[in-house]
């Protein structure tokens, strides 16, 4: 195989050059980070390398201490980060570095205005990545060999972030990865030791792996043992320095603690470093909400170091996105992703657990049905409960963030956690009729303290929208009575609902649904009336139903409403019409349940209608009565011509 076969200039996916751009103008402040993100990547790559060696440690090509290298050259302008992890060959160079390759991204892209401003902060949420060394550089070089693999399998990667890349084959003696970053003219400042040590222990002290770097110090000495004694802990190494420290010295030195943060005492970590570590194990470019470190020591041992983010990922939503909670083994990294440690309806947690009682050559397979992993991840979970309970109780305003940003993944736990229902609808936040505000902050044990001390039921309605759900004519009555509905207006509350029968001893009633029934909320004479009307409307009421003949199920006079004329209501056990149109978007044939009409007996066209003979007119307006029920509640009316004509014709 020749080199010049082998090289090739191809071309960024155009979401990779827009997203380029973005960051170079929206980092621009923070451009030092483009050290803590190829240090994140180069520990990462360590990681791998220490997990595959287990199996095999001929990987480690003789060279078992695993390390990352930060050097700098003055004279060429680069600076260079290089770690002996595990390595990239060409197909996965082609398919890490020069696409992004999670789904997500295109609608990520859309919802950029095109304004760098605005869309700066947009970035964090995508995270940040390889993609910021162009930040500081106007040429990144990529040498890369997967370890195990042959010499001459090595790849050269180069670009100028302006769209294009070159990819190469070439001879690479050691494994592992080495970013050079040529820097752009006027970001001289990285090319200083301090500068870069002092970012490395601001941003990546607590990577786990030692971060070396090369001292090439020529200053005087006794300026650069005031250097040196002002900011390394690292004595013992220091004094051995000093009798040398007359001739100019090269030597590696680490520059970082290159321990595990979570195994280290609580009392002596400080937010920042919390901070920082979770931008690190969670690819974040924010801070997070909240973090919970504890070490649990029962039956089993293991450490929980988890976070809970402010914003959603991108891809949330995307099944296959890689990074969860992290599983470690005795400090040895072991997997990301791995859903028997966290639920689905929780994925938005990051963060580690480290145990002692897992094998470390543990896989997928063992990880499924294995009693261990049960009791570790039902004690995660009750922790990760916990901490959502507290900011709950504490700190309203932070749990209303992040119930903003994750309720709609938190509601899938009362379908798929049948264990922690109850707990989890304490943490249920709604909108409701008692403020009509879109905003999502009542929680049930609200809603009950309100209730009406004859009230037995939580009501509930469900609309595509929350305007629609507010606006529903079918909330009339139980304004009028001041009573409060919970409204829903999320994809997930259909089902969710389905799933939530009761809480603490009061079950959900849609309002919707079935015969309204206030049960105690009824006097007697209201429910004396009510049959005095439908005697008196029994007639009319069978006249509209033989006008629309098979249209609907039934029609019946109502007590729902105040207003309205009309609204259309679902058998107790009917799919509700919300529920229906999803299925339908989503393109599933379904028969469609008839709906039942009910007529507001006190409303002037229901007493028009009982003045009118049969007839086209009579026709009219009893197929008017039942489209304007069904545009109400956000339906389609299946014959809108048809609608238009009867409706002209009154006019
Ligand atoms: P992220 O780290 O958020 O996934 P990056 O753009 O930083 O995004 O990196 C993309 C991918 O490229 C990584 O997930 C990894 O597979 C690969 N990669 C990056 N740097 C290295 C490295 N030093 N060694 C091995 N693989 C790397």
Redesign the pocket.
């Known amino acids: 195989m020749s080199d010049t076969t082998q090289k090739e200039t191809r071309a960024f996916q155009t979401e990779v050059r827009q997203l380029l751009d973005l960051m170079i103008h929206s980092l621009y402040s923070n451009k030092e980070i483009f050290l803590r ?1 190829l240090i ?3 520990s ?2 360590a990681d791998k390398l220490r997990f595959a060696a287990l199996a095999n440690d001929a990987l480690y090509e003789g060279d078992p201490n695993l390390e990352i290298r930060v050097v700098f050259d003055s004279e060429a302008r680069t600076v260079t980060v290089s ?1 002996n ?4 060959n060409r197909e996965e160079v082609m398919a ?2 020069g696409t992004i390759a999670q789904s997500g991204t295109k609608e990520f892209m859309q919802s950029l205005s095109g304004e760098q401003v605005k869309d700066a902060h947009l970035i964090g949420q995508f ?1 940040v ?3 910021s060394a162009f930040v500081v550089a106007d040429k990144v070089t990529l040498l ?1 060999r997967r370890a195990g693999d042959p010499v001459d399998a090595g790849v050269r990667w180069e670009s100028a972030g302006d769209g294009e890349y070159t990819l190469e084959t070439v001879e690479q003696a050691a494994h592992g ?1 080495s ?1 050079i970053l040529h820097l752009r003219e006027d970001e001289k400042e990285f090319l200083d030791g301090w500068r870069l040590r002092s970012v490395i222990r601001k941003f990546s002290d607590h990577v786990s792996w030692p971060i070396m770097m090369l001292t090439k110090e020529t200053a005087a000495p006794d300026e650069a043992e005031e250097k040196e004694a002002a900011t390394d802990e690292d004595k013992g190494e220091e004094s051995a320095d000093k009798a040398a420290a007359a001739e100019p010295v090269e030597k590696w030195e680490k520059v970082n603690r290159a321990s595990a943060l979570w195994t280290r005492p609580k009392s002596e970590i400080t937010e920042e470093e919390y901070t920082e570590f979770y931008k690190h194990v969670a ?1 974040d470019f924010e801070e997070p909400l909240a973090h919970l470190h504890v070490r649990l020591e029962g039956k089993y041992e293991y450490t929980l170091l988890l976070y809970l983010p402010q914003r959603a990922p991108f891809d949330l939503w995307d099944r296959e996105r890689k990074h969860g909670v992290k599983l470690y083994v005795r400090r040895v990294f072991i997997m990301e992703g791995a859903e028997e440690l966290m639920p689905r309806y929780l994925r938005f947690v990051r963060g580690l657990i480290d145990t002692t009682d897992l094998p470390l050559n543990v896989s997928r397979e063992i990880l499924q049905k294995n009693q261990v992993v049960e009791a570790i991840r039902k004690g995660a979970v009750g922790k990760v409960y916990g901490l959502l309970e507290e900011l709950a109780e504490k700190e309203p305003e932070k749990y209303q963030t992040l119930w903003k940003t994750f309720g709609k993944v938190l509601k899938e736990g009362i379908i798929e956690d049948y264990a922690n229902k109850a707990r989890l609808a304490k943490l249920l936040r709604f909108a409701s009729t008692h403020t009509d505000a879109e905003a999502q902050t009542v929680s049930l044990a609200d809603y009950i303290a309100r209730m009406k001390p004859e009230q037995e039921k939580i009501y509930y309605v469900t609309g595509e929208t929350h305007v629609a759900a507010r606006k529903s004519p079918h909330l009339e009555i139980f304004r009028k009575k001041g009573l409060e509905v919970l409204l829903l207006s999320d994809r997930v509350d259909e089902w969710f609902v389905s799933h939530l029968h009761e809480f603490e001893g009061k079950s959900l009633q849609s309002v919707t649904k079935g015969d309204l029934d206030l049960g105690k909320l009824d006097d007697e004479e209201q429910k004396k009336d009510r049959e005095e009307t439908e005697n008196r409307f029994k007639d009319l009421v069978t006249r509209i139903k033989t006008a629309l003949g098979e249209t609907v199920k039934e029609v019946r006079t109502t007590h729902r409403l105040v207003d309205s004329p009309s609204c259309l209501v679902g058998g107790e056990y009917d799919m509700s019409a919300t529920m229906e149109r999803i299925l339908k978007d989503a393109g599933q044939e379904i028969p469609g349940a008839k709906r039942i009409l009910e007529v507001n007996p006190d409303h002037a066209l229901l007493l028009r209608l009982q003045a009118e003979t049969e007839g086209q007119r009579f026709d009219d307006l009893c197929h008017i009565l039942f489209n304007q029920a069904l545009l109400c509640e956000g339906g389609q009316i299946e014959d809108p011509a048809d609608f238009v004509r009867r409706l002209n014709n009154l006019l």
């Open positions: 993100e994140s990547n180069a990462d790559a770690d992890g595990i390595g990239m890490n570095i995270g990545g390889f993609y890369t990865t970013v690819h």
